[in-house]
């Protein structure tokens, strides 16, 4: 059984993989073992592991299964007490492993952990997909310490002590195999965005801690697979969010945040349509909001299951306030200033 093994989902990433893949295996190797899995990709990427990383396991999925149900077909083929989930264009730095692994062998009740995100584009500065550990607000949406909305900070050391949060970024996840598998993994489903969020609220849900430990930090791309402002993205992010919201919500919290998600929802659309007319992010939020309406039925037994899992009445990590509220009308535009 590996100790730690560091996995990264490849699809088309072969100019990520060249570029990253030497920090990964020189900071790591001695620590982890290192796997890639690959979705299916129709470019070189696997002839250049072969030729340029030998050392590298290589796990061939036989279509694209998306983020979510690409890493749970290829982690069911290698057995670890660690997993950690880590974007193909991820920089690591020295020493980044070891305060993880040993926070969690020193911490059983810890289901998973993130490093603290930083731009590499702009090294003092938070990267938007994690930043320095994620939450939730009382509607379903989620922010970090670093980054509220389209507001990123400058890293100034202000969040650079462990905590627990509600959610690790995908983008270097480290996770235990066996809260992995007992909380049901990703959501296949999903295809990608969300799916880290809703795996790590039904751990909360079960009484594991999620942390994130900014003693370890990494440098981040970010947007690779699908930019900002793509509708798919878009659709995706609508759609997941208000499935993980029916999954995970309190039966006492279900319907009056799903009344209000309602019309946050249509509001967000128009203003995309109307302030940055972006016709596509419109017609997108309009079809996540369909296509959750149709799908939600598949998740009744999920919701069930999870609900039954309850442990953790109250998570301190969803806050009890509107971000909307703070952010746009309070001014509060930093994790600081917050309630």
């Keep these: 059984m590996d100790k730690v093994a560091i996995v990264i989902l490849n699809w088309n990433g072969q100019a990520m993989l060249e570029k990253y893949m030497p920090s990964v295996l020189q900071y790591s190797k001695d620590e982890a073992t290192v796997y890639v899995a690959d979705n299916a990709s129709t470019d070189q990427s696997m002839e250049m592991l072969r030729q340029h990383f030998p050392g590298v396991k290589l796990i061939q999925l036989e279509k694209n299964w998306g983020f979510a149900e690409g890493y749970n077909k290829a982690l069911k083929q290698m057995d670890a007490e660690y997993y950690l989930l880590l974007n193909s264009d991820i920089e690591v730095t020295h020493h980044w492993l070891t305060p993880m692994t040993e926070y969690m062998d020193n911490h059983p009740d810890v289901a998973a952990c993130q490093p603290k995100l930083l731009s590499i584009f702009d090294k003092d500065r938070f990267e938007y997909a994690g930043a320095s550990g994620g939450y939730l607000d009382h509607f379903g949406y989620p922010f970090c310490r670093g980054r509220i909305f389209e507001t990123v900070e400058e890293d100034n050391g202000q969040y650079d002590y462990a905590t ?31 799916e880290e969020i809703d795996l790590c609220w ?40 208000l499935t993980m919201l029916y999954k995970c919500l ?51 037994a999920d919701r069930k299951a999870i609900q039954a899992s309850r442990v953790a009445k109250e998570i301190p990590e969803r806050r009890a306030f509107s971000l909307l509220w703070q952010y746009y009308v309070k001014g509060r535009k930093t994790f600081a200033q917050l309630p």
Aim: contains cysteine; aromatic residues 16%; hydrophobic residues 40%.
């Design 250 to 300: 309190p039966e006492e919290n279900l319907k009056r945040v799903m009344r209000w998600r309602w019309w946050l929802d249509y509001l967000a659309a128009w203003e995309m349509l109307i302030l940055k007319r972006n016709v596509g992010d419109f017609r997108a939020v309009y079809r996540a909001r369909r296509a959750f309406k149709r799908w939600r039925k598949d998740f009744e």
């Design 202 to 241: 039904r751990l909360r849900i079960r009484g594991r801690r999620i942390v994130c430990l900014p003693e370890s930090y990494v440098y981040h791309v970010g947007g690779g697979t699908l930019p900002k402002g793509n509708p798919m993205k878009t659709f995706l992010n609508f759609r997941n969010n």
């Design 164 to 194: 627990d949060i509600l959610w690790a970024t995908g983008a270097a996840l480290m996770i235990r195999s066996k809260d992995y598998w007992e909380a049901g993994g990703l959501d296949g489903r999903f295809f990608a965005h969300n």
